[in-house]
């Protein structure tokens, strides 16, 4: 058993980093004075230095243009851009997984503008009445015989302020069949409407709004998958999406210990260093200690997926993963914090904002307890010895 990188993996992990430390971390006080909205300047800066980094793109296949990365790479890229504060990570876009299901006019039109970064899109599955329980949506797309129409409302549309088009998880109803769809609609097709565009707690380049579809026509052939794949196809995305969570959870707590401990090694208070008092130093030796399990269980995953693992099984590491990795960033980031005093709760101080930012990362994606719900019908179902992987 050998827990080291390879050296490719090590390249990688300095490559990820150098755009992280001399592109993405400079515009941080930037993002910050801004809410997230960044400039049109530094946004075509940044969007520069990462084409010409080639990281974008790098969890779509190499015959699609995209980095071919393995899992694992995926999780050395996010690591290393889970350090950022205000979710710089976001410009270093990776287009979702489903779209490779896509018939080649769907990849032609769809998926190759997003892998060149001309253009995003946002996936929408959330709404009012239906959040942890996707099953509960009530998005219709009916078939009228020419084509479908689609109505309802979604909530929470990550980047759906800037995408061109949305992957809409919605009811297909042809006849009598009513079977759970991924349709591909173009942001100006008619019937599309920003309803809403709330502020959240978090600093983001882009924002999260909801839209609502109203009869909007949608032909058969912007079906992604088939009809009836839609739950399934939306699994495989959160499989993807939860490892990367819990990979940048990890990168997060590196800052924030580093930053805690820099901080307690020259802190004075009472005479002495800070990081002398064990009530100071202790919650750094925990948040190091439960950072390297969180770590070690994230790669774990990867290792799972590209050996070929059972995906169910994947599919239940990977909430693991994402449970433990989230978890642990929010207590890293709250000793973080209390260890630098009254500054930790400047904005001007990483950690402040880390722990503002990673409060999400135990809400979306699935929350917390939906994590846990996977896990232990995991325990139910498979047995305890298959699930720990005895
Ligand atoms: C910033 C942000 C961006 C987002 N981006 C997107 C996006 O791009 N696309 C998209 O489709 N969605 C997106 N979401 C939605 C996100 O995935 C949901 O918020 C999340 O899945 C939880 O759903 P909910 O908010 O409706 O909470 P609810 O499902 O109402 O849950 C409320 C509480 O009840 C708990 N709960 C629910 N069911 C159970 C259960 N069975 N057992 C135990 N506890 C339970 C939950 O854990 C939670 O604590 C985003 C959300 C946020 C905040």
């Known amino acids: 058993m050998d827990f080291s990188l390879t ?9 990820v980093r150098a755009l992280v430390d001399d592109v993405l971390q400079p515009v941080e006080d930037e993002a910050e ?11 075509a800066r940044v969007h520069r230095a990462v084409l010409d980094s080639g990281l974008g793109a790098n969890n779509i296949p190499k015959e699609l243009g995209g980095g071919g990365f393995n899992l694992t790479e995926q999780i050395v890229t996010h690591e290393q851009l889970g350090r950022l504060t205000n979710c710089l990570w976001v410009l270093v876009w990776s287009p979702s997984n489903v779209l490779v299901h896509g018939t080649p006019e769907q990849i032609d039109r769809y998926l190759l503008p997003d892998v060149r970064g001309e253009h995003r899109h946002a996936y929408a599955i959330t709404e009012g009445d239906a959040g942890s329980d996707p099953r509960a949506i009530e998005a219709e797309a009916i078939w009228n015989g020419e084509h479908y129409e689609l109505s309802g409302t979604k909530w929470f549309v990550t980047d759906g302020d800037v995408a061109s088009y949305f992957i809409v998880l919605a009811w297909a109803i042809d006849g009598d069949e009513r079977l759970p769809t991924l349709f591909l609609v173009d942001r100006d097709a008619p019937g599309v409407e920003m309803t809403a565009d709330p502020d959240f707690t978090h600093n983001f380049p882009y924002r999260h709004p909801e839209f609502t579809f109203t009869r909007t026509p949608v032909p058969r052939e912007n079906i992604l998958g088939e009809r009836g794949r839609g739950f399934e196809l939306t699994g495989e995305w959160f499989i993807e999406e939860r490892v990367h969570i819990a990979a940048r959870c990890v990168g997060a707590c590196d800052r924030l210990i580093e930053l805690g401990t820099d901080w307690a090694l020259h802190r004075e208070q ?5 990081f002398d008092h064990q009530a100071v130093s202790f919650a750094l030796a925990d948040c190091a200690a439960e950072v390297t399990a969180a770590r070690l269980l994230t790669y774990y995953v990867g290792w799972l997926a590209d050996t070929g693992a059972d995906r169910k099984l994947v599919h239940h ?12 960033a929010g207590r890293v980031a709250d000793r973080v914090v209390q260890i630098f005093g009254g500054r930790g709760y400047m904005r001007e101080n990483p950690a402040e904002r880390l722990w503002r930012e990673l409060r999400v990362d135990r809400i979306w994606e699935g929350t917390s307890e939906i994590q846990r719900l996977i896990i232990a019908r995991g325990l139910e179902r498979r047995g305890p010895a298959t699930l720990l992987g005895l």
């Open 270 to 274: 009472f005479g002495g260093r800070i």
């Open 7 to 15: 050296p490719e993996l090590s390249q990688l992990r300095a490559r």
């Open 33 to 43: 004075r801004t809410h997230g909205r960044l400039s049109d300047e530094t946004r």
């Open 317 to 328: 590491k990977a909430a693991m993963a994402k449970l433990v990795a989230s978890e642990t």
